[in-house]
């Protein structure tokens, strides 16, 4: 059974910045096979993905956090960050990790998710 279990939300004012981590284990097949991704959901709004990251350290990003957030793998430790800077209050969300063995990308339906953390930003 694949687990994700993310951390580092909080609460900060625009212009700070956080790192969100997700732990992943349980994986059926070997770890480096897979594609992880950052999801995001605020109050009212459709989940929304944010970033992904491949089997080949190929990066995505949504237009709206391009040169803000920064996403990466570190395969031996199964830890995926997202390193987030200049944070706006538009930023404010539920933020989740995804993972996949058999697809990747920003439109991909991912099968495994993390039960998310809240990031604030207050303005």
């Known amino acids: 059974q694949v687990q994700l279990v993310e951390s580092g939300g909080g609460s900060v004012q625009s212009g700070g910045s956080l790192r969100l981590s997700c732990a992943a284990s349980?994986?059926?097949?070997?770890?480096?096979?897979?594609?992880m991704a950052w999801f995001r959901q605020a109050p009212g709004k459709q989940r929304e993905a944010v970033a992904s990251?491949?089997?080949?350290?190929?990066?995505r990003y949504d237009q709206s956090v391009k040169g803000r957030f920064t996403i990466s793998l570190d395969n031996a430790k199964k830890m995926l960050y997202l390193q987030m800077n200049s944070l706006k209050p538009e930023d404010t969300a539920m933020y989740y990790c995804?993972?996949?063995?058999?697809?990747?990308?920003?439109?991909?339906?991912?099968?495994?998710w993390g039960q998310g953390t809240q990031v604030t930003v207050s303005s």
């Open positions: 990251i491949d089997d080949e350290a190929e990066t």
């Open positions: 349980g994986y059926p097949h070997s770890y480096d096979n897979y594609c």
């Open positions: 995804a993972a996949d063995a058999l697809g990747c990308g920003l439109d991909y339906e991912y099968n495994y």
